[in-house]
């Protein structure tokens, strides 16, 4: 009876000492690996989703670079309904500066997508102040 209870004392101690350690451990790294599992999965959705982004520049054989940038400017904003900028500054024959006292954010956005798209004007500089919520002010730097 000793011997048997030496025994299983014997066996509790390595089962504690080195087999729940190491049970423990391989939990834990199998958590590990999952978590890397999903954030992999998601910056490659990620990734997938940025270069959708990257990959919609305007596609040089359908941009209109024969419009001076203060027309072309003018031209998006009349297409898209919104009233005219408040001020277009020519910044050497290929920019502009915009001023616009009050657009709708919501709008404000997709217009500059359409400049890039339709005439190759990108924004190099943008500044937006929030008039109220959803309304912005914005001083709009663009160039080809």
Do not use: C, H
């Not at 004392?9 to 729940?20: H, M, Q």
């Not at 919104?82 to 910044?91: E, I, N, Q, T």
């Not at 008039?131 to 914005?138: E, I, K, L, M, T």
């Amino acid at each position: 009876m000793l011997i048997a209870a030496g025994v299983a004392i014997v066996i509790g101690l390595l089962y504690f000492a080195l087999l729940k350690p190491l049970y423990d451990n391989l939990e834990e790294r199998r958590s590990r690996v999952e978590g890397n599992v999903n954030a992999i999965a998601w910056m490659q959705t990620a990734a997938g989703e940025a270069k959708s982004l990257q990959g919609g520049a305007a596609d040089p054989s359908t941009v209109d670079t024969s419009q001076a940038p203060l027309t072309a400017v003018e031209r998006v904003f009349r297409e898209a309904g919104l009233k005219a900028p408040d001020r277009v500054d020519p910044v050497g024959s290929k920019g502009a500066r915009v001023q616009l006292s009050e657009i709708a954010f919501d709008k404000l956005i997709p217009v500059l997508d359409n400049l890039q798209r339709q005439t190759g004007l990108q924004v190099t500089s943008l500044n937006v102040n929030t008039q109220r919520p959803g309304v912005v002010s914005a001083r709009i730097s663009l160039e080809r």
